[in-house]
């Protein structure tokens, strides 16, 4: 079998690191950690900066109908199809500065060391930072992805947030208009590969003590919405036994959540947001809303948990008098990655002399939804102490271009194996 000789990042990837250390300086400062949110100027700002930098590295690059920024550089017409890499810019509120923008800013590396190296691939290279990839305030997420995958529907864009309005409504903030998002759907019929370089964002690796993770299936997420309705009452002279308080229905809905999660060792299940109205020490709450997910690697798991999660919210809610309505958001099922691509980069990880463990994604990913459509790759580099959407969350330099470099000659090495002969 042909072999690709191994190439390295140029200036022992200053570069790499020098471009995250700018996107690390276009956040929220007014928050704790890391903030840039899909739908504000930020995140517009950090698309555009990722835009001209695909273009002062010599990629034909434009931002999509769906906000993807999208760069080629071109192959030398050899290889039948394109190979693509990328992941997302956007990140959580007061998250770190890893998750995502490791991916965007060694997808464009790998770009940039090619034409250093003077290796014309085969197949035309599409670098990608994908337009929103953590759950929005609609409760949606990898939203480019789906868009680009032609997997985004009317139903997302009429996605309310707490205050009502619908996603397609919101997307202004973007510069992305909500009629013309379907044209960013892509024909990927001629895409041999698509692979994402991400941190882990938890402590497998570092507990083994490997450098490189080989993801073998990205998790599956079933978000929901829950709104409870009591009755708004005086806290003092109100009775226990004749309260309606949608709080305690939602505080009983949210251990539920958790009891239910706890069932299995790859189960996880988490209600992080809730809103009590009218949010008063002395007040009866009349309205509670919880957002949460379940996720898991086993698609029967959570359609268990969606019926447990029903059946126990309705009976805290009988029990007080309280109206449930209970809604799940659109969810993703578990997805595989493909055990080919996965070889090749084990080769190419053994090659480099680095060691490296397979694992399961937890945490949600657009390479979830590319892998339904192409073959799909990720490489993971360890978090330490497991941590991420956290300030604290990090990555040590000389592990993020270990990733960098794998990510490059498993490219190198996937369109050399495809050429044509
Ligand atoms: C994405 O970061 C997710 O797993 O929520
Ligand atoms: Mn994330
Ligand atoms: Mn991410």
Same mark, same amino acid.
């Given at each position: 079998?042909?072999?690709?000789? +191994? ?45 001209? +930098?695909? +273009? ?59 034409r ?51 996603f397609?409504? =919101? ?12 044209? =960013?759907?892509?024909?990927? #019929? ?28 990205i ?15 005086? =806290?003092?002279?109100t009775?226990? #036994?004749?309260r309606?308080?949608?709080?305690c ?125 192409v ?7 360890? #978090? ?13 330099s000389?592990?993020i ?19 044509? +002969?």
């Amino acid at each position: 079998m042909r072999m690709a000789q +191994r190439i390295g990042l140029p200036d022992d990837g200053e570069r790499l690191l020098d471009d995250l250390e700018t996107l690390a300086g276009l956040v929220d400062d007014s928050l704790p950690g890391w903030t840039r949110s899909a739908l504000t100027d930020l995140d517009v700002d950090g698309r555009h900066w990722v835009l001209a +930098r695909m +273009r002062e590295a010599g990629l034909d690059a434009h931002i999509d109908a769906a906000g993807n920024v999208i760069g080629v550089l071109a192959g030398n017409g050899s290889g039948r199809g394109r190979i693509m890499t990328g992941s997302h810019t956007d990140t959580v509120l007061s998250g770190g500065r890893f998750d995502g923008n490791v991916g965007v800013a060694s997808a464009l590396e790998v770009a940039r060391s090619l034409r250093a190296s003077g290796t014309t691939l085969a197949h035309d290279l599409v670098v990608i930072d994908f337009f929103n990839e953590e759950v929005n305030p609609h409760g949606l997420s990898c939203v480019g992805s789906r868009a680009l995958t032609g997997a985004l529907t009317p139903a997302h864009l009429a996605a309310r947030n707490q205050e009502g309005t619908a996603f397609g409504d =919101a997307l202004g903030g973007a510069r992305v208009d909500p009629n013309r998002m379907h044209e =960013a759907a892509m024909d990927l #019929s001629d895409v041999i590969a698509y692979v994402e370089l991400h941190v882990e964002q938890g402590p497998n690796l570092e507990a083994q003590g490997t450098q490189i993770g080989l993801v073998t299936d990205i998790t599956g997420v079933a978000p929901f919405r829950s709104l409870f309705t009591g009755r708004q009452d005086h =806290a003092g002279t109100t009775p226990m #036994s004749v309260r309606r308080d949608a709080g305690c229905a939602a505080a009983g809905t949210v251990l539920a959540v958790e009891t239910i999660a706890s069932e299995q060792e790859t189960s996880r299940g988490t209600s992080g947001s809730i809103t009590f109205t009218p949010d008063a020490v002395n007040v009866i709450n009349e309205t509670a809303e919880v957002w949460g997910e379940f996720r898991s690697p086993d698609g029967e798991w959570i359609a268990h948990a969606r019926e447990r999660l029903a059946q126990a919210a309705e009976a805290e809610g009988a029990k007080r008098g309280v109206g449930v309505e209970l809604e799940w958001l659109p969810s993703e099922e578990p997805v595989p990655m493909s055990e080919p691509l996965l070889g090749i980069a084990g080769e190419v990880v053994a090659d480099l002399g680095l060691s490296h463990s397979r694992l399961y994604s937890g945490a949600g990913h657009d390479a979830a939804f590319m892998a339904l459509q192409v073959p799909t790759a990720m490489v993971f580099v360890p #978090s330490q102490g497991g941590r991420s959407h956290c300030p604290e969350e990090f990555t040590e330099s000389a592990d993020i271009l270990a990733g960098a470099e794998v990510l490059l000659n498993t490219i190198v090495e996937i369109s050399v194996r495809h050429a044509v +002969r």
